[in-house]
């Protein structure tokens, strides 16, 4: 079956720019994750989405990143006023409850 | 001090070669302990995962856990060039949670 799948793959865009990067999780799981993935920094926690319930944002650097997942499936990750330090790989994972994470290819994000 | 400390290599090894990875947490709260390999420019791929303490075999990869000295491994036997790649320790304090990834050990495995 299908994946998790992510897009744009590569992205590219102006410092103070605003950017939306999409998931589409695998049918049927009801968690949904973001992670960022930058040298030095490994891979970092930032959202967690599951069925209903109010999402865990612990791990969000700044008030510049939102995400939302619109009818339990699609999940976009947005970030505003982008910044230098942003540019990473952002990584979107889906899990079915009582399985593990299951990770997309990753939206490379570069802030010139 | 970081959750999940591993060290990032890189790690070389000749075709063939039995390869150990290992992380040291300080969470006491895990539980799920999972190694993920992720290949350049890809996302992680799940290799395996154990509960708790104990080992558990899959084929040529073991992965071990010693929780009172929070220690994890990963054992790689007869080791192929196809095993390069990043190899990623993530434990976790249940399904459905988070995980806390290590920093990564870069493998090569050399013919």
């Known amino acids: 079956g299908a994946g998790v799948s992510q897009s744009p793959s590569n992205k590219v865009t102006e410092k103070g720019k605003d950017v939306e990067l999409r998931c589409d999780p695998i049918?049927?799981?009801?968690?949904l994750y973001w992670y960022r993935q930058s040298l030095g920094q490994g891979l970092e926690f930032l959202i967690y989405?599951?069925?209903?319930?109010?999402?865990?944002k612990s791990g969000l650097p700044s008030d510049r990143f939102s995400a939302e997942r619109t009818g339990g499936s699609v999940s976009t990750l947005t970030i505003q006023r982008t910044q230098q330090e942003d540019s990473a790989v952002y990584l979107c994972?889906?899990?079915?409850?009582?399985?593990?994470?299951?990770f997309g290819p990753g939206t490379r994000l570069t802030v010139l | 001090q970081k959750e999940v400390e591993q060290d990032p290599g890189p790690l070389s090894v000749p075709e063939g070669a039995i390869v150990s990875l290992n992380c040291t947490y300080s969470?006491?709260?895990?539980?799920?302990f999972m190694w993920y390999r992720q290949y350049s420019r890809k996302g992680p791929e799940l290799l395996m995962y154990?509960?708790?303490?104990g080992n558990k075999e899959d084929g040529r990869f073991t992965a071990q856990v010693d929780k009172s000295s929070k220690y994890i491994s990963l054992f790689i036997r007869d080791s192929q060039p196809s095993d390069s790649a990043t190899y990623l320790c993530?434990?976790?304090?249940?399904?459905?949670?988070?995980?806390?990834f290590g920093t990564g050990t870069r493998l090569q495995v050399t013919l």
């Open positions: 994972a889906s899990e079915r409850t009582t399985d593990t994470q299951y």
């Open positions: 049918s049927g799981h009801t968690a």
């Open positions: 989405f599951q069925g209903n319930s109010a999402p865990d």
């Open positions: 969470n006491s709260a895990f539980q799920y």
């Open positions: 154990t509960y708790s303490s």
């Open positions: 993530a434990p976790s304090t249940g399904t459905a949670s988070k995980l806390t």
